[in-house]
């Protein structure tokens, strides 16, 4: 009787007290490691609009590396940075390189934003004429291209591409340029504060950058999130029209 009784022990089911329990430390645990790893080594993060065309289109989905710069508590993602327990500084800061294209929490809005590093602390950066000019040097652009795209609003817009490289950036890259008298073609010249970043977009006439008195200003380090590294696919599509550039179709794992 006393074996068969063990045996009984043995096989019989846990009560549904103990199932919960056990799912409820599973997915305890589980989210935990997606916070962490959410927070300190990668985050996904979506475009939403044309302020860094050609590089990114709209609807591409990309992975940032967290570490690149240092951890802030705007490295927290679900809005977790709002808690009040965690302060501002940063811990394993690292300066970024000019020509980055980095996620960074406006400091004047609260919005994430992605831009392309321009100024770094020390650097004076203007806009003469449509012309970037970065401590008092002319960046040379080379055209490469002209077309129409369509912006999400629908409207229609001619562009000229050229492709810039900056100084010490290791890889030119592409901007568009509508004219070169527009609203943020002429600039006073920024000379960038310590622990701060200056920021623009590649689509230069269509960007709320670090120009603008609208843009998020020289943002501090404390507020960068991430380096962009891929682009890991993109659902974003238009539909074939004569004369007008539509993204490409195969857009997966794209190297910035």
Known sequence: ?????????ETEKPSLGQR??????????????MLVFLTFIWGHYKI??????PTLEVGDH????????????HSAPFGLHKLPFLKEGKIFSKVPERGDVAVFRNPKNDLVMIKRVAGLPGDKVKVHRGRLYINDVIIEREPIDNYLYREHRGRKIGVDVYREQWPGEKESHEIYEQTDAGNLDDTETFIIPPQTVFFMGDNRDNSTDSRATLGPGFVPFTHLIGRAEFMMFSFKRCAKEEGLRCPPKRRIMLRL
């Open 48 to 53: 939403p609009s044309e302020s860094m065309l």
């Open 1 to 9: 009787m006393t074996k068969n009784k063990a045996d009984k022990d």
């Open 62 to 73: 990309l992975y940032v590396s967290k570490y690149a710069y240092g951890f802030s508590r």
């Open 20 to 33: 919960i329990w056990s799912e409820v430390k599973f997915f305890t645990g589980l989210a935990s490691v």
